[in-house]
Structures are given as structure tokens and as C-alpha cells.
């Protein structure tokens, strides 16, 4: 009886001693399937393409040129040649002026133009009494336009004469036009810390009108087919700047050095090809070597 008890007791004993080590094999193997399957990171691709730095400001449209036209003579306007949208040359008589007096009599004299352009403004109706400081009429020059804007003085450094300008304005939303640097003011203003930058458009079409509120975006500086990733993915250490790659389903670090920077987006000057992955999202919790699971690659920079 005692040896049947025994017996059973060694196959007890065995049985727990079987579930027991299954149980810690079981865990044993599930820690190692989560090491196994790694960091979640999420990634963006490297991509190359031409980068370029801007400044944005806000300013009006002016007309180049503009003139007030003064008649040189006292007396009534008798005739007018223009109306304001009219194209007009250079000394082309806008209207006629009645110089007569009393027991005198005179040709009627001329107002002319001293721009060539389009009448902006026509101030005087027919009948009206006119003398050399009342303005007749206003000429502008609409083929090219500018847009006067405050710039701060630490963006003045970064501003050339030449360099590229985008304008947009509200009137066509979807434009954009092309202008160029033109006036740099040499003074800054003491009291707004700015000093006036001029932009100069080709404006063929007059659809950019005097008045209109435009804004200006000014290209500092362009690199073409450069490297490009979301600032979100540089790391620091002491004096080094580096990112995580992902390569085989492990974290490589690599030491970058970078160059301009716009928004989010910064240029990368050295160490990282087209189409390689950096860790954007998880990248503070991996390590050189460390094995790292994606689980999404973010195609919206």
C-alpha cells in the first residue's frame, strides 16, 4: 500500500514538475518573441529635391512710375481727351484749358501728359476753374509694378538685390507671380527696427493693380538636389547631430551635418541617401543597434 502511495506520488510530483516547466518555457518564449519583434518606431523617407530658404512679409502694390498732371496755366477746362483706364504716350494732350480774359483772347492751352501709361485718375469734370497747383490728372505706369515692405533687421543680412520674390494676392488666389529684389533701403528706422525693400513685377497683363495687398515671399538661399528630412528627426548629443535609420529591422545611427532649414523641413548635408528610412516617432527610446519594428512610414512630410 505504502509503495502504490509512493508511486503515485513520484507521477504527481512528475506531472507538476511538466506543467511547471512548460509554463516557464511558455513565458520564456513570449519575452523573447516581444524582444524579438522590437521598438515600434514610425519613419519618413529621405528624399532629394531642390530646397530653398524664404522670408515672408505683406505689403501694397504700387504702380513704378506715377504722376500728378498740373496744368501751366490758370483758366476753365473746356475739353477732356482721356478717361480714367485709357492708355496714353508720353506728351499726349489729356485736356484743353480756356485761358481767356477780359479783352484778351487766347488759343486754348494745352494739359499733356509727362508720362507715357494709364490714367489712374481724372480729378477735373468739364467747366472747372484750374490753376498751375490744381491736379487735372494721374498717370501710372502699370507695366512693371513694386511692393514696398518693412523688413526687421535681422532678416536684412539675408536680402540681396536680385534675388527672387513669389507674390500672391487675394484677387487670384491661385497665381503666383515672379518679381525680383530691387531697393534696399541702406537705413533702418530707429523707432520700427525696419528698414523699406522694394520688389519689382513685370505686370504685361495690369492684373496686378495699385492698392491691391499683396504678400511676398523672398528666396534667400536654393540648393538643388539636396537631401531633405522633417526636423522632427535630428537628435543632439553634446556637440554632434545625428538621426536613426532604419536597416534590417535595426536602428544605425548616423552622424549628419545640416544646412538650411524651412518650417519643419531641414537639408542634410552628408551621410544619408534617397529613399532611407529615419525614425521620426520612437527615436528616444532606441539605441544604436537596437532592433526596431515600423509600424508606419509617414508619406506627409
Do not use: C
Not at 59 to 68: F, H, L, N, P, T
Not at 73 to 80: H, L, P, Y
Not at 185 to 199: D, L
Not at 239 to 259: C, M, Y
Amino acid at each position: 500500500m505504502n509503495k502504490r502511495r509512493i508511486i503515485l506520488g513520484m507521477i504527481i510530483l512528475v506531472i507538476i514538475l511538466i506543467i511547471v516547466g512548460r509554463m516557464v518555457t511558455s513565458k520564456r518564449e513570449a519575452r523573447t518573441d516581444s524582444v524579438e519583434e522590437g521598438v515600434p518606431v514610425e519613419v519618413v523617407k529621405v528624399i532629394k529635391e531642390d530646397f530653398k530658404e524664404t522670408i515672408s512679409y505683406t505689403g501694397d502694390i504700387e504702380a513704378k512710375e506715377r504722376i500728378e498732371i498740373y496744368p501751366r496755366v490758370s483758366g476753365k477746362i473746356i475739353k477732356k481727351n482721356v478717361v480714367e483706364g485709357d492708355r496714353i504716350k508720353k506728351r499726349q494732350t489729356i485736356a484743353l484749358i480756356d485761358r481767356d480774359e477780359p479783352g484778351f483772347k487766347f488759343e486754348p492751352a494745352p494739359v499733356d501728359s509727362l508720362l507715357g501709361g494709364i490714367v489712374g485718375r481724372v480729378y477735373v469734370d468739364l467747366g472747372a476753374k484750374v490753376t498751375p497747383q490744381t491736379p487735372v490728372a494721374l498717370i501710372v505706369d502699370m507695366d512693371r509694378v513694386k511692393i514696398k515692405i518693412d523688413v526687421v533687421e535681422r532678416d536684412l543680412p539675408k536680402i540681396k538685390i536680385g534675388q527672387e520674390a513669389q507674390i500672391k494676392v487675394d484677387a487670384y488666389p491661385e497665381k503666383v507671380f515672379t518679381g525680383k529684389v530691387w531697393k534696399i533701403s541702406p537705413v533702418v528706422n530707429i523707432e520700427s527696427r525696419t528698414a523699406p525693400i522694394e520688389t519689382l513685377i513685370s505686370n504685361p497683363k495690369h492684373l496686378l493693380k495699385p492698392g491691391m495687398f499683396a504678400r511676398v515671399e523672398i528666396t534667400t538661399k536654393e540648393s538643388k538636389d539636396t537631401f531633405i528630412i522633417p526636423r522632427d528627426a535630428l537628435m543632439k548629443e553634446e556637440d554632434s547631430t545625428f538621426v536613426f535609420i532604419v536597416k534590417d529591422n535595426r536602428a544605425l545611427r548616423k552622424e549628419v551635418t545640416t544646412g538650411m532649414s524651412e518650417e519643419n523641413l531641414v537639408e542634410i548635408k552628408d551621410n544619408l541617401n534617397a529613399g532611407e528610412e529615419v525614425i521620426v516617432m520612437g527615436k528616444t527610446r532606441v539605441k544604436d543597434g537596437d532592433l526596431v519594428r515600423v509600424i508606419r512610414q509617414i508619406s506627409d512630410r
